[in-house]
């Protein structure tokens, strides 16, 4: 009997594209439902970015801050269609869902600190980080994240503008 259902599983899943055999199935369904993706295996090559010179000085990045990460990221790719990668690790624990809601622009959804409130914060696209975080400084802004290289290609930083208004920086 054992072989049938599998055989009729089998068969079920190639009927609708799928070409998973019917016993992973359940292991990814699984994951899936509690809104986690397979990471990248061990000894994988580091992730890195490319900068985009075009689109220096644009708003590239919103970090949305949020009491329930893995709702947001639910909610957000059904209503908004945005597509996500994989988890990756946050610089200071805990998982950053990467999202694109276009190919020039994008985000991560990161879970609060017990300081923090949920929201969203932005960031632009610079050519130089530490270059535009000096400048930020030397003309009134206050240093609230010296640069700090989080992957290959890109380093962030962030700053709070004269009237309170926090920007993040992000370039090589």
Same mark, same amino acid.
């Given at each position: 009997? $054992?072989? !049938?259902?599998?055989?009729? %599983?089998?068969?079920?899943?190639? !009927?609708?594209?799928? +070409? @998973?055999? %019917? @016993? +992973?199935?359940? $292991?990814?369904? #699984?994951?899936? %439902?509690?809104?986690?993706?397979?990471? +990248? %295996? #061990?000894?994988?090559?580091?992730?890195?970015?490319?900068?985009?010179?075009?689109?220096?000085?644009?708003?590239?990045?919103?970090?949305?801050?949020?009491?329930?990460?893995? *709702?947001?990221? #639910?909610?957000? *790719?059904?209503?908004?269609?945005?597509?996500?990668?994989?988890?990756?690790?946050?610089?200071? =624990?805990?998982?950053?869902?990467?999202?694109?809601?276009?190919?020039? =622009?994008?985000?991560?959804?990161?879970?609060?600190?017990?300081?923090?409130?949920?929201?969203?914060? &932005?960031?632009?696209?610079?050519?130089?980080?530490?270059?535009? &975080?000096? +400048? #930020?400084?030397?003309?009134?802004?206050? $240093?609230?994240?010296?640069?700090?290289?989080?992957?290959?290609?890109?380093?962030?930083?962030?700053?709070?503008?004269?009237?309170?208004?926090?920007? =993040?920086? *992000?370039?090589?």
């Amino acid at each position: 009997m $054992a072989k !049938k259902s599998k055989r009729l %599983a089998k068969k079920s899943a190639s !009927k609708s594209g799928n +070409k @998973r055999s %019917a @016993r +992973k199935a359940p $292991a990814r369904s #699984a994951r899936k %439902a509690a809104g986690r993706s397979t990471r +990248k %295996a #061990a000894g994988s090559s580091p992730r890195k970015h490319t900068p985009t010179p075009g689109l220096y000085g644009w708003i590239t990045h919103t970090e949305l801050v949020s009491a329930d990460p893995l *709702a947001t990221k #639910a909610w957000a *790719a059904k209503v908004l269609g945005w597509k996500f990668q994989p988890p990756m690790p946050a610089h200071d =624990g805990g998982d950053y869902h990467l999202f694109a809601y276009s190919d020039k =622009g994008g985000g991560g959804i990161r879970e609060i600190k017990p300081f923090e409130t949920p929201g969203s914060n &932005f960031t632009v696209h610079v050519s130089d980080c530490q270059e535009a &975080f000096d +400048k #930020a400084v030397r003309e009134g802004a206050e $240093a609230m994240m010296p640069p700090t290289r989080i992957m290959e290609g890109v380093t962030i930083a962030m700053v709070r503008a004269p009237g309170g208004v926090p920007v =993040g920086l *992000a370039g090589p």
